[in-house]
């Protein structure tokens, strides 16, 4: 479990994640994403300058932030699928977060 909060550890996880849901082969989805939002929150507790983005349904797809995992070339979010993150000092967008539109 310690390893699971170790960056790139986190980070080959959410990869692996990403491209299981664009895939759509993965009947454990779920499970991969619970054990990822458990890590990722103990993450947080090692790294704070980190934060997941604020993303909401309803909101507009925009892909410089979103990456879109539906047909719809845009639109507005119907389903937030993976959350990506940000770091808080910069802004910067460290992945983004997998929704359909």
């Given at each position: 479990m310690v390893c699971g909060v170790q960056e790139k550890n986190i980070n080959s996880l959410w990869e692996?994640?990403?491209v299981?849901?664009?895939e759509d082969?993965?009947?454990d989805i779920d499970k991969l994403i619970e054990i990822f939002n458990f890590l990722f929150a103990n993450y947080l507790k090692a790294y704070?300058?980190?934060?997941?983005?604020?993303?909401?349904i309803g909101d507009?797809?925009?892909?410089?932030?979103?990456?879109n995992t539906s047909s719809n070339p845009s639109g507005?979010?119907?389903e937030i699928q993976l959350n990506g993150w940000i770091n808080n000092k910069?802004?910067?967008?460290v992945k983004?977060?997998?929704v359909k539109v």
């Open positions: 692996y994640i990403r299981e849901i664009i082969k993965n009947s704070p300058i980190y934060q997941l983005q604020d993303i909401k507009e797809f925009k892909t410089e932030i979103h990456i507005y979010i119907k910069t802004k910067d967008i983004k977060s997998l």
